[in-house]
């Protein structure tokens, strides 16, 4: 029997972290174990109840949360995890992974997980360009993290431009090839 293959999936604080509820959904559908890591931000745009009750696992909404069982999420998940997918991997998102910041789940997870990190970038156009967000993104590939996007489409503040979270069945094709199952 096949072994199930589980991931973390870590959500930023942008407008896009509704998207990462049909994510969410999908991996569960494919068979996949998930497990939701929240940052304040993200709890603003979407609840945890919601990943809760996509994939029957408590979302991880801070650094020193103790599960039922005892453990420490950031440490037990980060093990369990044969794959990281942060989306939307915001600007302060990218700008903590490349500092090796552990102020937040999100974060703190991309430092305890031993697994495959795949980040999926959105943010403002201007946020996107910044020469900032850049040496951060170059940083993180660099270190061998797995970025998807943004790509050019409509953007929360009205117009199209470069910033835009890929769709996420792009993220879970992408994320199943990594897994190494198939779409």
Not at 112 to 139: F, G, H, I, K, Y
């Amino acid at each position: 029997m096949a072994m199930t293959k589980n991931v973390l999936l870590g959500v930023g604080g942008g407008i896009a972290a509704y998207k990462a509820c049909f994510l969410a959904s999908r991996l569960v559908q494919k068979g996949v174990g998930v497990r939701v890591a929240m940052t304040a931000g993200a709890q603003e745009y979407v609840v945890a109840l919601t990943f809760e009750g996509l994939t029957g696992k408590k979302a991880i909404l801070s650094t020193t949360q103790i599960d039922a069982d005892g453990s420490a999420p950031h440490i037990a998940a980060g093990k369990a995890a044969d794959l990281y997918v942060i989306a939307p991997a915001t600007a302060g998102v990218l700008s903590r992974l490349a500092a090796g910041a552990a102020d937040d789940p999100v974060s703190l997870l991309a430092l305890t997980s031993r697994c495959p990190l795949l980040v999926c970038p959105a943010m403002n156009d201007a946020m996107w360009l910044a020469a900032a967000t850049q040496e951060n993104v170059a940083r993180l590939r660099a270190r061998g993290v797995h970025v998807l996007g943004p790509v050019e489409g409509h953007l929360a503040e009205g117009y199209d431009a470069i910033g835009r979270m890929v769709e996420p069945e792009a993220i879970l094709a992408r994320a199943l090839q990594l897994l190494g199952m198939p779409a």
